[in-house]
Antibody, heavy 120, light 108 residues
Framework: QVQLVQSGAEVKKPGASVKVSCKATGYTFTSNTIQWLRQAPGQSLEWVGWINPDRGDTMYSRSLQGRLTIVRDTSATTAYMELSSLRTEDSAVYYC?????????????WGQGTLVTVSS | DIQMTQSPSSLSASVGDRVTISCRASQGIRNDLDWYQQKPGKAPKRLIY???SLESGIPSRFSGSGSGTEFTLTISSLQPEDFATYYC??????????FGGGTKVEIK
């Protein structure tokens, strides 16, 4: 079955960088795009960015542009999200999600989430 | 960017109540809207897609309506397992997604 398994929780200091991985199994990695989203404690969900694993195309949230990099390793069927110059307001659960065609082509399979805590 | 305004932000209801949650888009998004349910510590689960289509396996007490800028999620008879937070999500600007602010449904 389809699984997206994310790397473990991280604690970082302000100004540091964090890299979260998303290992995909159970489907052809290059056939579906991957979204990254985040959810700060008690808040709604926020779109972070997107990658097409086939071509490597990316799109980033305007608010994170310049600090965000999303890449993929097709041989490892893994997507990575790296956020630099971390601020306390970047503390959140970060999710990767696969877009696929279910009832429509905006269905999402979610990873389990990775808690990133930014604190001095 | 498209903004999604969801209301109310929270509500208290009893088992068996009819519950309605609204979502307004800052510009027309056709029917490119989904509704999600999220329970604490879990990833969101999609209930409704394309504004009014019920996701497979979701109980028929959940329904969605609307198009353009105004959308509604209705739970016809609230069940104990429905106490959760609900979000609307627009994908008209895919791959850029925008969620509403959420509605927490609590037990009265």
């Amino acid at each position: 079955q389809v699984q997206l398994v994310q790397s473990g929780a991280e604690v970082k200091k302000p100004g540091a960088s964090v890299k979260v991985s998303c290992k995909a199994t159970g489907y052809t990695f290059t056939s579906n795009t991957i979204q990254w989203l985040r959810q700060a404690p008690g808040q709604s969900l926020e779109w972070v960015g997107w990658i097409n694993p086939d071509r490597g195309d990316t799109m980033y949230s305007r608010s994170l542009q310049g600090r965000l990099t999303i890449v993929r390793d097709t041989s490892a069927t893994t997507a990575y999200m790296e956020l630099s110059s971390l601020r306390t307001e970047d503390s959140a659960v970060y999710y990767c999600a696969r877009s696929y065609c279910g009832g429509d082509c905006y269905s999402l399979d979610w990873g389990q989430g990775t808690l990133v805590t930014v604190s001095s | 960017d498209i903004q999604m305004t969801q209301s109310p932000s929270s509500l208290s209801a009893s088992v068996g109540d009819r519950v309605t949650i609204s979502c307004r888009a800052s510009q027309g998004i056709r029917n490119d809207l989904d509704w999600y349910q999220q329970k604490p510590g879990k990833a969101p689960k999609r209930l409704i897609y394309a504004a009014s289509s019920l996701e497979s396996g979701i109980p028929s007490r959940f329904s969605g309506s609307g198009s353009g800028t105004e959308f509604t999620l209705t739970i016809s008879s609230l069940q104990p397992e429905d106490f959760a937070t609900y979000y609307c999500l627009q994908h008209n600007s895919y791959p850029l997604l925008t969620f509403g602010g959420g509605t927490k449904v609590e037990i009265k």
